[in-house]
């Protein structure tokens, strides 16, 4: 089974930035996306962001121009830069990984991200 490990939140206030990793435990080219979600508290878990093995991005309208998702392929990390962070952006972001058929291969324990206002 595939494991994912998240890191890089914490508490910031808004305006400011964090960068999230998620380190996958085999090869990122098993996988046909990979992506980040989040979930506040009392909230459904919604896409933020996500990468194609060809490297094609496709990001939520509420995080356009403030994220930016790269990979490492040598790695096999998946990283999420987190800009002007807004107090709406807190919740507990999780990686994820799927096939080209959306067969998910697992998630992550999740970050908690926490924007002061």
């Known amino acids: 089974q595939v494991q994912l490990v998240e890191s890089g939140g914490g508490l910031v206030q808004a305006g400011g930035s964090l960068r999230l990793s998620c380190a996958a435990s085999?090869?990122?080219?098993?996988?046909?996306?990979m992506g980040w979600y989040r979930q506040a508290p009392g909230k459904q878990r919604e896409s933020v962001a996500s990468?194609?093995?060809?490297?094609?991005?496709n990001y939520a309208d509420s995080v356009k121009g403030r994220f930016t998702i790269s990979e490492d392929n040598v790695k096999n990390t998946v990283y999420l830069q987190m800009n002007s962070l807004k107090p709406e952006d807190t919740a507990v972001y999780y990686c994820?990984?799927?096939?080209?058929?959306?067969?998910?291969?697992?998630w992550g324990q999740g970050t908690q991200v926490t924007v002061s206002s």
């Open positions: 990468i194609s093995s060809g490297g094609g991005t």
């Open positions: 994820n990984a799927r096939s080209l058929s959306g067969f998910s291969y697992g």
């Open positions: 085999e090869s990122r080219f098993n996988f046909y996306v």
